[in-house]
């Protein structure tokens, strides 16, 4: 059983920065896509970004320009660089890994934005 853990959530001020890392429990990220998804309270989880197996990467439209996802396979580390954040930022961030039909979850790491 593949474990991603999360780190790197906090509170932090609107317009600061944070970054996001996601480490394996196993070497999985060369063959896997790999992803944020966040859920803030009382909404659904959404996609925030995806990076595939070449680097090819997708951003939702709320977080394009100002977050950034990139991957070390040799680390089995997944990155989420957010910059310019705002108080609807505020989730809970969970990495992803996904090669159909399988599908790993981490348990989250709470971002707070808020003066």
């Known amino acids: 059983q593949v474990q991603l853990v999360e780190s790197g959530g906090g509170l932090v001020q609107p317009g600061r920065s944070l970054r996001l890392s996601c480490a394996a429990s196993e070497r999985i990220f060369s063959i896997y896509t790999m992803g944020w998804y966040r859920q803030a309270p009382g909404k659904q989880r959404e996609l925030v970004a995806i990076?595939?197996?070449?680097?090819?990467?997708r951003y939702a439209d709320s977080v394009k320009g100002r977050f950034t996802i990139s991957r070390d396979n040799a680390k089995n580390t997944v990155y989420l660089q957010m910059n310019s954040l705002k108080p609807e930022d505020t989730a809970i961030y969970y990495c992803?890994?996904?090669?159909?039909?399988?599908?790993?979850w981490g348990k989250g790491t709470l971002v707070t934005v808020s003066s």
């Open positions: 992803n890994a996904y090669r159909s039909p399988i599908d790993y």
């Open positions: 990076i595939t197996t070449v680097g090819s990467t």
